[in-house]
């Protein structure tokens, strides 16, 4: 996965956090008690604290970062904000080539988007 990918992931995984009100240790509860359907308070606290140091480090995979993403979209709060979570199914209609240039523009949208929010939040 490139850097576009990582900076991607963790980039929308903080815009929802902000959007949410949610710090690090609210995330890794909620992480935390998806996938271990329990709320022990030390794993939650390990979890918040791993959580915060991938933020930190350049090499964590864009995948944590959408694992974490994908979760949080789950969650009833992140429905109230009206957000819309786009998912793409792959078919027969188009060719590989098209879908390949479709996916080249929809990856060029998503950094005017991020680039255009992040400009939002300097200015305010």
């Given at each position: 996965m490139g850097t576009f990918e990582k900076m991607g992931a963790r980039d929308e995984l903080r815009k929802a956090m902000r959007q949410l009100g949610w710090s690090t240790p609210r995330l890794a509860e909620v992480v935390y008690v998806a996938r271990n359907d329990d709320d022990d308070l030390e794993g939650i606290a390990r979890?918040?604290?791993?959580?915060?140091?991938?933020?930190?480090?350049?090499?964590?995979?864009?995948?944590?970062?959408?694992?974490?993403?994908?979760?949080?979209?789950?969650?009833?709060?992140?429905?109230?904000?009206?957000?819309?979570?786009?998912?793409?199914?792959?078919?027969t209609a188009l060719s590989p080539q098209v879908e390949r240039g479709m996916k080249?523009?929809?990856?060029?949208?998503?950094?005017?988007?991020?680039?255009?929010?992040?400009?939002r939040s300097f200015e305010e």
């Open positions: 979890l918040a604290e791993r959580i915060k140091k991938e933020f930190q480090r350049e090499s964590t995979s864009a995948d944590k970062f959408y694992g974490y993403l994908k979760i949080l979209q789950a969650h009833p709060e992140y429905s109230k904000l009206g957000e819309v979570v786009p998912v793409y199914h792959s078919g080249k523009i929809s990856e060029q949208l998503s950094k005017d988007l991020l680039d255009e929010e992040k400009g």
